[in-house]
């Protein structure tokens, strides 16, 4: 079943109330206009995604594919017990690990947006990147070569204040200068979000991120095997 402006209202009414009493009491409408679209959603983009990578997790469970609706306060500000987003995500390993990238897709009352990228790269991770880049690897110009080539995905992550590559090529240095890195799109099309085309049309976005996707996953195993080599210090 496709998402429904049901959906969008109990995401809104649920955090408004954050209230765990509210949430038991409207626990149906949570699983037929919340989970159910999402589950439906995983199964619909499982082929495309093993597609691009073979070993991403697709299980189209919580904490597995789908994340929680309550939120983890512990180590934040915002103590609201209730979030008013949802997410999946295909990614290797498990769902809130951050060695590696994933492929997600989110919605919001605002909208949705989907793309590739991490909860947060390590200096590690980017480090290795920028060596990839620097080096000529091939996956690496895969990878840019696409990002170039297309229109709808925007690279995302926070650059150093002072600029460390200036003499970089101009198709480098987007990439060399970021202290974090992601790919993403967004739309308010709610005719779209509410129609059951939506699948297709995510299905072929993805594809535009698969040499992009494939080489930041290469450089996660490249740092893991470069971490396996240094000698340990016992």
């Not at 919580?62 to 929680?68: E, F, G, L, S, V």
């Not at 897709?105 to 200096?123: L, Q, R």
């Not at 739309?187 to 930041?216: G, H, N």
Request: glycine share 4%.
């Amino acid at each position: 079943m496709p998402f429904s402006p049901k959906t969008i209202d109990f995401l809104i009414e649920n955090r408004l109330h954050d209230s765990r009493e509210w949430f038991e009491s409207h626990k149906k409408e949570y699983r037929d206009f919340v989970i159910s679209p999402l589950r439906e959603l995983v199964i619909a983009l499982t082929p495309t995604m093993l597609d691009i990578d073979p070993k991403v997790t697709t299980e189209p469970k919580i904490d597995r594919t789908i994340c929680r609706i309550w939120r983890d306060t512990r180590y934040s500000k915002d103590k609201s017990r209730y979030r008013d987003h949802m997410w999946i995500i295909f990614k290797r390993g498990k769902m809130h690990s951050t060695e590696v990238p994933g492929l997600y897709f989110e919605i919001s009352p605002d909208g949705f947006n989907y793309g590739s990228g991490f909860y947060h790269a390590s200096t590690d991770y980017m480090n290795t990147m920028r060596k990839l880049i620097q080096e000529g690897d091939k996956d690496a110009k895969q990878a840019m070569a696409a990002y170039q080539k297309q229109s709808l995905f925007l690279m995302e992550g926070e650059c150093f204040k002072r600029p460390r590559y200036q003499s970089a090529p101009e198709e480098q240095k987007i990439w060399l200068e970021r202290r974090n890195i992601g790919f993403y799109t967004e739309s308010a099309d709610a005719q779209l979000l509410f129609s059951d085309q939506l699948a297709e049309k995510l299905i072929q976005d993805f594809q535009l991120l698969t040499p992009i996707y494939r080489f930041l996953v290469k450089v996660a195993q490249v740092l893991h095997e470069t971490e396996l080599q240094r000698p340990s210090l016992l």
